[in-house]
């Protein structure tokens, strides 16, 4: 005749899964109905009241006064210190000195310049270098960079002073080379300062 209970007990064991699941649904949508957003971040709060990391001279980080501060498109940060260049990951501060075989031939960093290409310049107070493809190329020794602007047309211009000449204050890099510009140019002698384009493309 056979087991009559197989059946039954495996009828049983699906009119228990189906009231669960008719109990379940209601309980889930009800939860759903009262759940809250929630925000990552107190919008109630400051954000001067998080906690946070300031790195500062005193603390020996850079054992001088920090000048300028750039990123490149890699994304690392970039800053130029009276004692040195180094640069930021997110995480740790790296010197100069332990990236380049080829050093810098001053630790005074001035200027700085991430341009569109990734590379990097550099102004200090004995000229210009142009960190590249992880290589250092140097331009104007001796002189004192004090700013360098990438134009709209992705040129270098560098305003400069050296020691009593004050004739070629503006230059233009043009390949490796240095183009700089005089009276005769139209550019008349005048202390370097910060270097800027307007809208017409006008330095």
Known sequence: MGNPSFPIRLSVRTTDRTRLCKFSFPLVLLLLFLATPVFALNPNRHISQYGHTAWRVQDGYFGGKVRKITQTTDGYIWIGTEAGLFRFDGVRFVPWSSLA????????????????????????DDG??????QRLM????GDFVTDILEDDQGEIWVAHSRTGDPSHPLCRVVDTKIQCYESKDGVPPFDAQPLAQDRSGNL
């Open 138 to 141: 140097r331009y104007l020794k």
């Open 101 to 124: 075989a080829e050093p810098l031939s001053s630790d005074y960093i001035i200027a700085l310049r991430a341009a569109r290409d990734g590379s990097l310049w550099i102004g200090t």
């Open 128 to 133: 210009l270098a142009h960190w590249v493809n």
